[in-house]
């Protein structure tokens, strides 16, 4: 199954332009994850935010949340060349244990 | 954070013989891990949830008899594709809950392998 729908599926920007990513989920939720995979690589995790959070902050990157509209954001800000790679959310569905993610935004910072 | 390692990182192998994939939580125990599929330029399925010393719990879809999981140890957890076909050509990562998260529906992150690629000719 999956849970979270992501928007754009793909982004090209300029180095040091801002990047924002959204994500639309379907169910309740604990918390949602933001995941970074370059291409053929594993996974690595930027962010989690619970469901009694709104905003949270990690270096670049700022997450929002608004569980009313079941959705959050991704923003990047000045983006650099090797912030090209896919950007998931992922949530846990229905507040299982198990997590499930979006279809992904491939982002793509041009020089 | 804690890590989780995959083995092997890619594989090669004919039609119609089985692969096993191996997935180890290195610095931490493990009862939960879960086994995700990922086709070309799509995002992770879940497949299953390994429970270790119990039966794996398979998502709609995934036919256990193909997809063999096996979690013998609170620190590993085994995916074996058996009868291969190049359709299940894929990207296979497994992942394994945060030990620090204080009851399954207080999830916390979950740590992932770096994945294996798997071949079929």
């Known amino acids: 199954s999956q849970q979270g729908e992501e928007d754009p599926q793909a982004l090209s920007i300029q180095e040091g332009e801002n990047a924002t990513m959204n994500c639309s989920y379907k169910t309740s939720i604990n918390n949602l994850q933001w995941y970074r995979q370059n291409s053929g690589r594993g996974l690595v995790h930027l962010i989690l935010?619970?469901?009694?959070?709104r905003e949270k902050h990690s270096g670049r990157l700022r997450v929002t949340l608004d569980t009313s509209k079941k959705s959050s954001s991704l923003l990047i800000t000045a983006s650099r060349a090797a912030d090209t790679a896919s950007y998931f959310c992922?949530?846990?569905?229905?507040?299982?244990?198990?997590?499930?993610f979006g279809k992904g935004t491939r982002l793509h910072i041009l020089p | 954070g804690a890590v989780v390692s995959q083995h092997p990182s890619r594989v090669i192998c004919k039609s119609g013989t089985s692969v096993k994939i191996e997935c180890r939580s290195l610095d931490f125990q493990a009862t939960t891990m879960f086994w995700y599929r990922q086709f070309p330029k799509q995002s992770l399925m879940l497949m299953a949830t390994s429970n270790e010393g119990s039966k794996a719990t398979y998502e709609q879809g995934v036919e256990k008899d193909k997809f063999l999981i096996n979690h013998a140890s609170l620190t590993l957890s085994t995916l074996t594709v058996t009868s291969a076909h190049p359709e299940d050509s894929s990207f296979y990562i497994c992942?394994?809950?945060?030990?620090?998260?204080?009851?399954?529906?207080?999830?916390?992150?979950?740590?992932f392998g770096p994945g294996t690629r798997l071949t079929v000719l």
């Open positions: 935010i619970r469901s009694n959070e």
């Open positions: 992942s394994a809950r945060s030990p620090l998260a204080p009851t399954p529906a207080y999830n916390s992150e979950q740590f």
């Open positions: 992922a949530t846990d569905e229905n507040r299982d244990d198990k997590i499930i």
